[in-house]
């Protein structure tokens, strides 16, 4: 199969079998047509799937490791290969496990950074108005660190699945389903954004910008909700408050920070497996051991002995 056609096939494949989002889809189709490109290069370039070799894979990735990619960048665009050779070889496209003689570098993800109780609680306290657009933002933060919710999902829920009982069901990665929960004051901040509203619209999250709302596009959008976060982070001085993902990061290390329980953690957020419990549970490590530390000084310091009052002539 010409190879072009072969990663159309293959995305389409990871869309539609996969569920895989479509920033994904769009990343998977810039690496592997970087890959494309420089074998288009060569001297005797494989047009066709079948044509592609351990000579061909090789210098690909020879190629990366010179071109002064990050290590991120560099496993990322070899991870999707090393993806697509696996189904060709499944399809039969391509001839033997190529996949197989890829490496793929090995990186030790960062450390979630999320924000400080104090943070947190500056942010959840913050006054935003009391307009639509104001009683909106208060219910999407209190949502969002209730829940630790990713983004997509939370502006993917319906009004009508909200209801008194503090808990819905949300539509996460893989299109896999799980119950979150609302604390009381999300459900307060949610009530309230909902009974000042006037329309039928049938989205929990609505864009009130005016360009938006002429098009018919009354969903909030990630980058909507970007913007909001920008905002409030200018006006409280919360500098950590970079993204919608630091309130997920902040949501899980508070719950393991209070609980201890790392699959309970797990459920939550909805990840597939433990091992990406690791970042936080290290977060919470570093604190604890930051506290210890400081207990230590704190009882070693000596102690000022009050002098003794003079006694009364």
Known sequence: METRAAIQEYLTYLAVDRARSGQTIRAYQTDLGQAVQYWAGLKDPPVDTSQLSRDAVRAYQRHLG????????????????????RHGLREGWVGEDLAAHIDIPRISPPLPKPLTTTEARLVLNYDHGGDEAGLRDAALLHFLISTGCRIS??????RAQFSNEGRLVVRGKGSKERVVHLTPQASVAIRTYLSARHDREPALFLNYDRSSTARGQRQLTSAGARHILRRVRRETGVEGLKSPHVLR?????????????????????????????????????????????????????????????????
């Open 153 to 158: 999902e939370a502006l993917s829920v319906k």
């Open 66 to 85: 010179q071109t002064g990619l990050a290590l991120s960048s560099r496993a990322r665009r070899l991870q999707g290969l090393r993806g697509f050779l």
């Open 249 to 313: 990061h902040t949501t899980a290390t508070e719950l393991l920070t209070i609980t201890g329980n790392v699959r309970l953690v797990q459920e939550v957020l909805g990840h597939a497996n433990l091992n990406t419990m690791q970042g936080y549970t290290k977060v919470v490590d570093a604190a604890r051991v930051a506290a210890y530390q400081e207990l230590a000084e704190r009882l070693q310091k000596p102690r000022r002995l009050k002098e003794p009052e003079s006694p009364a002539p």
